[in-house]
């Protein structure tokens, strides 16, 4: 699986078997692949396979996905597992009392980020190019004291980011390559995977969300309303795009 830019690959398929062993001292089904339906997790779930190591695959339920990728992954991924969070998006919202902006994103570390529930070590689809940010990451990191390690003694939820290194063209080559299903009606008009209404969905994304999914939009806005008429701290958000945008829409 050599690609253009060298054996990049076949080092993450290295990766993976090299570290299987501390997986399933952790825990005996082994690695635990977080699967959202994108494509560099699709990627990832099939690398780990290549390496013939023990895993498990989970979908954590955010309650606010594109309900046209929850139907991709029953249809084309039945194996992984769903996995619901506490509680769900709504509930965050009215809990915090304002809707996650881009720095108080606080949706993913609770809905998409907190451990299974058992033991294990997360394997992840993160990759450098995606932004800046995720280029510092570490490749091994304690979800659970948020600090970087190098051994995995002592540490009962560890997270791996086994194709870090990759490129899009790398990840595009294994799918297409592989013939591996994804939802295309979805990448055929975005980049990327993410919750509707995210706030890092561009402003095209945005304008899209409102026509696609009319019945989000309601909700967001009834919630809104009804935040803002609670008062309290709610208005030192009103920069907010949830705010700017979801006002724009008569109901």
């Known amino acids: 699986m050599i690609t253009l830019f060298g054996d990049t690959i076949q080092e993450s398929i290295d990766t993976i078997k090299k570290y299987s062993t501390q997986a399933c001292e952790l825990n005996p089904r082994g690695y635990n692949v977080a699967f959202s339906g994108g494509k560099d997790s699709i990627a990832l779930l099939h690398l780990v396979k290549q390496a013939g190591v023990p895993y498990f695959a989970t979908y954590n339920v955010t309650g606010n996905d594109p309900p046209e990728l929850v ?4 249809r084309e991924y ?10 769900k998006f709504w509930q965050l919202v009215e809990e915090k009392g304002f809707f996650p902006m881009r720095n108080k994103r606080y949706c993913c570390e609770i809905l998409k980020e907190l451990p299974i529930g058992e033991p294990c070590v997360t394997l992840v689809g993160v990759r450098s190019q995606e932004s800046k940010k995720r280029a510092k990451q570490s490749f091994m990191w304690d979800a659970k004291k948020r600090i970087t390690i190098g051994c995995m003694q002592g540490h009962d939820n560890v997270t791996l980011r086994p194709i870090m290194h990759l490129l899009d063209v790398d990840i595009w080559s294994i799918i297409s390559e592989n013939n591996l299903p994804y939802p295309t009606d979805i990448y055929a008009r975005q980049k990327r995977i993410g919750c509707v209404f995210c706030p890092f969905s561009s402003s095209e994304e945005k304008a899209f969300y409102l026509i696609k999914y009319p019945q989000y939009a309601v909700k967001i806005n009834r919630l809104v309303k009804r935040l803002r008429d609670g ?9 907010n795009y949830y705010i700017q945008t979801m006002e724009k829409i008569k109901l």
């Not at 139907?71 to 029953?74: A, D, Q």
Request: glycine share 14%; charged share 40%.
């Open 231 to 239: 008062g309290g701290g709610y208005r030192r958000y009103d920069k």
């Open 71 to 74: 139907r991709f992954i029953r």
């Open 78 to 87: 039945p194996e992984v597992k769903f996995i619901h969070p506490p509680k």
